[in-house]
């Protein structure tokens, strides 16, 4: 049985505990991917992890720490500047003088001597958006005009700065779990299935008219055999690490695929590296921890004592499932390859420093849930 409480208590040792495993496992694997193009291509063996602890785990770990100290409920006058300040961030990026082009896709800002991803910033910003407004807005959460209008159009303005950057995975993310914090706040099934419809109509749209998303899907569809040298490569190559692991793996460092073949092998690509160098056993272990934080979170989401929290904790909820679970099935060839990072073990000081601004939210909201 629920009873309320008031009072502040012990945070969830166990999401702190599952958090901290990946972490860990993250910055190890991260270590012995990044070897190798370290030492050949920047002349620093450990350029990659020490860039990932000062520019990410460093400043994130601070913002975790005051988040975590911080009542959630005060989030909510944060909620617009947020969201304003990182939609402008975005609309920089298409102006050349702030913009940073990489592999032929613009997703990256530039300010000084900083260069970042706004787009993970965007996921946190509009989660805290509409946790706040939906959470505010509960007797009109079913008006056609009122509550789905504008959440409809503010998914469009979102839309349109995400997809001029290629980053398809990234805008689905962030769609789903709008959704799913729409859906939790109590809107009718009937605008979910609307939303659902929509989304499958724009993906399949954006997969028609590029060229290198078509050929993803053909890959996927059919078999990663196709063309093996060309658009197959890659998930080819993931495949062939992951099965060489076997079940216990080659060896922390012994990965032959992260030197030879593997792309991506400090981005996407590290949960292939993992395998290879780990093995079945610890790779599921891995699989396992993502899946019970998952679980931890939405029982905080569950527990939350008002329903900004609910929606709040759920929305990160999903989003940290969701985006890991896209990686790893990629990986597997169970879903088409995106190129989305996984949290936490992915190399990527923006990505990192959201997901722990994002746990520090979710410590702060556990220490106020319910007692059962």
Not at 93 to 109: A, D, H, N, Y
Not at 141 to 170: C, E, H, W
Not at 349 to 364: T, Y
């Amino acid at each position: 049985m629920l009873k309320s409480s008031s009072k502040i208590h012990a945070p969830d040792y166990h999401l702190i505990i599952g958090f901290i495993i990946l972490l860990t496992i993250g910055l190890l694997m991260l270590t012995s991917a990044s070897y190798f193009i370290g030492c050949q291509k920047l002349n620093n063996c450990y350029f990659f992890l020490k860039h990932q602890l000062l520019y990410g785990l460093l400043p994130g770990l601070i913002i975790l720490f005051l988040l975590s100290h911080i009542d959630y409920r005060k989030l909510k006058k944060a909620a617009v500047p947020s969201l304003v300040g990182v939609i402008l961030l975005l609309i920089l990026i298409f102006l050349p003088e702030f913009g940073v082009t990489r592999g032929g896709s613009q997703r990256w800002l530039k300010i000084g001597n900083i260069i970042f991803q706004p787009s993970g910033a965007i996921k946190l910003a509009f989660l805290l958006f509409l946790s706040a407004w939906l959470s505010k807005d509960q007797t009109n959460i079913k008006n056609f005009y009122r509550v789905f209008v504008p959440f409809v159009f503010l998914m469009g303005i979102i839309s349109a700065l995400i997809i001029p950057q290629k980053d398809l995975s990234t805008l689905i993310v962030i769609i789903f779990s709008a959704m799913i914090v729409y859906f939790i706040a109590g809107a009718p099934i009937l605008y979910f299935g609307y939303l659902f419809i929509g989304l499958i109509l724009a993906v399949a749209i954006a997969i028609k008219y590029e060229l290198y998303r078509l050929q993803r899907f053909q890959v996927f569809f059919y078999s990663p055999r196709i063309d093996t040298e060309g658009i197959g490569y890659h998930v080819n190559q993931a495949l062939l690490a992951i099965s060489s692991g076997g079940v216990f793996g080659k060896g922390l460092g012994r990965s032959f695929q992260k030197i030879y073949r593997l792309p991506e092998v400090v981005g996407d690509s590290i949960f292939a590296v993992t395998a290879e160098e780990l093995g079945f056993i610890v790779t599921s272990f891995l699989v396992i921890v993502y899946f019970f934080v998952a679980y931890r979170i939405f029982k905080i989401a569950f527990l939350a004592k008002d329903k900004f929290g609910q929606l709040l904790a759920g929305g990160i909820g999903f989003w940290f499932i969701l985006q890991a679970s896209i990686n790893i099935c990629g990986m597997l060839g169970i879903l088409p390859m995106t190129g989305i990072p996984l949290p936490f073990m992915s190399y990527g000081s923006s990505d990192l420093i959201i997901f722990l601004a994002a746990f520090g939210i979710l410590i702060s909201i556990s220490k106020q849930t319910k007692i059962c």
